[in-house]
């Protein structure tokens, strides 16, 4: 042992010799270079055509290519083909706000009374129950869509496509976003704290209400802002449940236009739109999220990958 | 307000898998500092929660100053517990945390913002009413729970493992606080512990559990220096324990002749009428170590095996000619040991401190493996 | 026993309470979720009027007819099969844009989870972006890029590469592109969740048990992810099989349709909607193996975690 202690400063020095070793056996603390270039080159792929289609809504002329000057005609100025005055285009603007807030107002809460309930009722019901929910949220979105079309045309007639069978149709399909947050924050949180409130005197409604939904509130708003903007970005259910123009929102008109019919920046600036729908909900989740957790210690990190629906 | 006199009544609570409280009848006088203790598993925080109300019972009773609450739910009954992990709501503030119960008991509003203050200021918290439960340490949290619980002036207060989560050093002066405390407030605490150390310092009485009976109750001492059978002796401290066989010879008056390998032993304590083979225990701090040529009644020639120096005192293992290991005790008195390894010695164990408990059909190695967890704990803080 | 009455009086109100909370989500679940499937079952077993082309549902299974599947298998087998190429090219496409966005979603994922340092909420932050876009937003952008005189065309010919290639006039290759850069921030997001919580000293046992880095990579960091790799898989390749616009927006031609455009075709088609109906059966049967052990795999994770 003493042996080998006196050889160690020995075999180290001379750079040369250091640099040599370092080739055959690259330094374990070096930073990875390649996986960092290549995460770079994904983030630029994947954000930089986004940008380059936002950027073009803003263009004076009606290329998609040649940057012509800035201006706002698309969005407000042009009085045939902006997002404005073109009844079709700013209908359905309207139509995906409407979607997105009787759908999150609807989804929200009953997906939460659904989580908890699920919970606590432990039985078989309560699993199979569970078992549909997290089933809802893997099956392909076109199957649900396609299966409540028919519903829709040939059991319930009398909802029939449009607005309601959209809002319905939304709602299942988003109705696990704040069943599956809400229930893993449960999970989280356990029971003491509503065994302290009804240690405490509160009734079990009364801890719920007093203690539970209090401390839920995080998760609750993290699934609103999910559903929301899943809603507004939502495509399949709402393109086969809509009927008529004037049902259409967003993201079914750009689908129709795409390829002729109201080609253009204008489209551009509808889904420049449509983006700014669900980054402002994102955002401002982002930053309720912070301020209602702010007495967990929790990392920014923690708070975005939670509030990102992981 | 009631005065906190609780009885349990053949107690007991069946789950899915099995038994955790196996009927269990006590009596905790009021104003009473009464301790459940014992292994994790051993029914103590299941008998806690069914008075608390979290568990429903399976069949017995629970009176609460001659009332069966049994079946009452936990807002109804004048009990309130302080948890292991404190439970305190982590969006309300520290008065918020200790008005918390008093809506509900229909406490008019300026009296609750003094009750506040009073319960803040017997925890020594003043001046903190405004942090938020994350803002404070874990000894700060602790007290705020007991502050929220006691605010309520219940007539009993449960304490589940309240210092489990704190470092040693705390867990130490909390304990003398919370057991004057007690004496202050002169509520009823019914106090759930692993930790023997804390039962043994603050209770009034206690009870020392397992596998969902109780095994013996009564003062930190009687249960200490008269500890009912091989488990409790065991359990509480560190204690040497032998397989011996009661000699059949004509014993003495009070005592009880055994048979230990070839040697012959007398002990003065326990159950000095029983016969066959029988655990025997001493306290390491009775086992005295002399000269390998002193020899003498009740004594058995033996080796020093390790010295392990705590601070205060010297844990000494040794090996007795028959095979078994003892530890011995010695304070501290600034001299140095006359024994290091391999040291031959004479071990006295004296007959008034040899305890003659009842087998209960488990070797003494097998309780040490069930213990051992807490007997590591115990060694450590 | 008073108690026991007592006891089960007090179960039955808070059972009742939490049936009560679950009720409304239970309800919708089952009368838009459940009975959906079933309604497509009566579709499939029903048959049509002849003279208005009308889909005509069955409600009784013992009435069930199979006229619908039999026109379905003829679609499949018969003379004029045509069902056989777009679910081949569903497979193809979607085993190619699964195994490319694996082999991109993992390496970022690792470096995010394992290397990114106090920088991990700048890339979270960029990795999350586009999953706030929408699906459309995303194409949308590509069609701007890849159509002729667009800018990926003239970043060509400005290369000295022939600029005039028609990318959106019906090619596999933009197709399976799309598939990628639509579905791919599912996958880094989920590999990244699963990633993050690999028990970094799990990894240094192993180094200080003398593996080299790439060793601990393939021995231990790899199987360690292997429920992520089996996770993100299904999070894209359900959907995907499921897909029929990202192939509308970026080619239209008949040459890349897929699974999903036969059937969102017979939807609306007069007389075929009950085919429709048998082939979303088919691809749910198929689908409900893979699906089903997803759901068992989360709710034992749940479990486990509970």
Redesign the interface.
């Known amino acids: 042992m003493a042996v080998e202690l006196d050889e160690a400063p020995a075999a180290a020095p001379q750079p040369g010799a250091s640099r040599r070793v370092g080739l055959l056996r690259p330094n374990p603390w070096r930073r990875p270079w390649l996986m960092e270039g290549f995460t770079w080159l994904y983030i630029v792929w994947s954000i930089v055509p986004i940008a380059i289609a936002v950027l073009f809504s803003f263009n004076k002329g009606a290329s998609q290519s040649t940057w012509q000057g800035f201006s706002t005609k698309w969005y407000i100025g042009s009085s045939v083909n902006s997002v404005l005055h073109n009844t079709a285009l700013h209908q359905a603007v309207v139509q995906t706000l409407v979607l997105a807030v009787l759908t999150t107002v609807i989804c929200v809460p009953i997906g939460v009374g659904f989580a908890i309930g699920i919970d606590r009722w432990r039985s078989r019901a309560a699993m199979s129950l569970n078992f549909v929910m997290i089933f809802s949220f893997v099956i392909p979105e076109l199957l649900l869509a396609v299966a409540l079309f028919m519903l829709v045309t040939q059991a319930l007639t009398f909802i029939g496509l449009g607005t309601e069978a959209e809002v319905a149709g939304l709602v299942v399909w988003n109705l696990s976003w704040p069943a599956v947050i809400v229930r893993a924050r449960l999970v989280s949180i356990g029971r003491s704290y509503e065994e302290a409130a009804t240690d405490l005197g509160a009734s079990r409604l009364g801890a719920i209400r007093r203690v539970l939904l209090p401390m839920l509130m995080p998760a609750v708003f993290a699934s609103a802002v999910l559903v929301f903007a899943s809603t507004v970005d939502d495509f399949v259910i709402v393109e086969q449940l809509s009927s008529t123009a004037s049902t259409q929102p967003m993201s079914v008109l750009i689908y129709a236009n795409v390829h002729g019919g109201l080609s253009g920046p204008a489209l551009n600036a509808l889904a420049t739109i449509m983006l700014l729908f669900s980054l402002v909900a994102a955002v401002l989740g982002l930053i309720a999220y912070r301020w209602m957790t702010r007495g967990e210690r929790q990392s920014s990190v923690e708070a975005l990958t939670n509030i990102a629906g992981m | 307000m009631s005065e906190g006199h609780v009885e349990l009544v053949s107690l007991t609570k069946h789950f899915d898998g099995g038994v955790a409280v196996d009927g269990i009848s006590l009596e905790i006088r009021a104003g009473e500092f009464f301790s459940l203790l014992g292994p994790s598993g051993c029914g103590k925080t299941t008998t806690l929660r069914m008075v608390a109300g979290f568990e429903a019972p399976t069949s017995g009773k629970i009176l609460l100053d001659g009332v069966d609450v049994g079946a009452w739910a936990p807002n109804r009954r004048s009990v309130n517990t302080v948890f292991q992990n404190y439970a305190l709501f982590p969006f309300l503030t520290v008065a918020e945390n200790v008005a918390f119960g008093m809506k509900y008991k229909a406490v008019p509003k300026s009296e609750r913002d003094q009750r506040v203050a009073e319960a803040l200021e017997l925890v020594q918290l003043t001046g903190l009413e405004k942090r938020r439960p994350n803002q404070l340490s874990g000894g700060q949290q602790q007290r705020v729970a007991l502050a929220r619980a006691l605010v309520l002036r219940p007539s009993v207060l449960l304490l589940d493992e309240p210092l489990g989560a704190l470092d040693a050093k705390l867990r130490r002066s909390l304990q003398v606080e919370l057991g004057a405390l007690q004496k202050r407030v002169g509520i009823t605490f019914l106090y759930v512990t692993h930790d023997q150390e804390e039962a043994l310092t603050m209770s009034d009485r206690l009870a020392v559990m397992n596998k969902g009976n109780i095994v013996q109750l009564g003062t930190p001492a009687d249960v200490y220096n008269e500890p009912a059978d091989a488990y409790v002796a065991d359990f509480l401290g560190v204690s040497n324990l032998m397989d011996a066989q009661v000699d059949s010879g004509a014993p003495g008056q009070g005592c009880c002749r055994l048979r230990l390998g070839e040697f012959l032993l007398e002990a003065r304590a326990g159950t000095i009428d029983a016969s066959g083979g029988v655990k025997l225990a001493i306290r390491p701090e009775r086992v005295h170590l002399h000269p390998y040529e002193e020899a003498g009644p009740n004594r058995l020639p033996g080796m020093v095996e390790q010295l392990v120096f705590i601070g205060s005192t010297t844990h000494i293992h040794v090996r007795l000619a028959t095979g078994v290991a003892l530890q011995a005790l010695v304070r501290n008195d600034g001299s140095t040991l006359p024994y290091s390894q391999g040291t031959a010695v004479n071990i006295a164990l004296p007959a008034d401190a040899l305890r003659v408990l009842p087998d209960p059909g488990v070797s003494a190695a097998e309780i040490r493996d069930e213990t051992h967890g807490d007997q590591l704990l115990n060694l450590t803080s | 026993?008073?108690?026991a009455d007592?006891?089960k009086t007090?179960?039955r109100r808070?059972?009742l309470?939490?049936?009560?909370?679950?009720?409304?989500?239970?309800i919708?679940?089952?009368l838009?979720?459940?009975?959906?499937?079933y309604?497509?079952l009566?579709?499939a077993g029903g048959g049509i009027n002849e003279f208005f082309q009308t889909?005509v549902?069955v409600w009784n299974p013992l009435h069930w007819s199979s006229w619908n599947f039999s026109a379905v298998w003829h679609d499949i087998t018969g003379a004029g099969a045509f069902i056989g190429a777009p679910a081949l090219r569903t497979l193809i496409y979607t085993a190619i844009a699964t195994v490319l966005s694996l082999a991109?979603a993992y390496?970022?994922a690792?470096?995010?989870a394992r290397?990114a340092g106090r920088r991990?909420?700048l890339?979270?932050?960029?990795?999350?972006?586009?999953?706030?876009?929408?699906?459309?937003?995303?194409?949308?952008?590509?069609?701007?890029?890849l159509?002729q005189?667009?800018?990926f065309n003239?970043a060509l010919s400005d290369l000295g590469l022939p600029g005039n290639t028609d990318w959106l006039g019906g090619r596999s290759l933009t197709v399976i592109l799309g598939l990628v850069?639509g579905y791919?921030?599912y996958l880094i997001?989920?590999l990244?969740?699963f990633l993050?919580r690999i028990d970094q000293r799990l990894l240094e046992a192993a180094?200080d048990l003398g593996l080299s880095?790439w060793r601990t990579f393939w021995h231990v960091t790899i199987p360690l992810s292997k429920p992520a790799i089996i996770a993100g898989t299904?999070i894209t390749v359900?959907?995907m099989?499921?897909?029929?616009?990202t192939n509308?927006?970026l080619s239209?031609a008949a040459g890349t349709t897929m699974i999903?455009n036969v059937?969102?075709g017979q939807?609306d088609a007069p007389g075929q909607?009950g085919q429709?109906?048998v082939l979303?059966l088919m691809?749910?049967v198929v689908?409900l193996v893979p699906?089903l052990y997803?759901?068992a795999s989360?709710?034992r994770a749940?479990r486990e975690?509970?």
Do not use: C, H
């Not at chain 3, 838009?32 to 499937?37: E, G, S, T, Y």
């Open positions: 026993m008073a108690l007592r006891e007090q179960d808070s059972r309470l939490w049936i009560g909370l679950a009720a409304p989500g239970a919708w679940l089952i838009l979720f459940v009975v959906p499937f309604v497509m009566a579709v889909v549902p991109i390496p970022v690792y470096f995010v290397y991990k909420g890339f979270l932050v960029l990795l999350v972006a586009p999953f706030w876009v929408s699906y459309m937003m995303r194409m949308l952008a590509w069609i701007d890029l159509q005189g667009g800018l003239s850069y791919i921030p997001l989920t990244y969740a993050d180094q880095r299904f359900l959907p099989l499921g897909d029929y616009y509308q927006l239209g999903g059937i969102e939807l909607t429709g109906a979303s691809l749910l689908l699906m997803y759901v989360t709710a749940s975690n509970s």
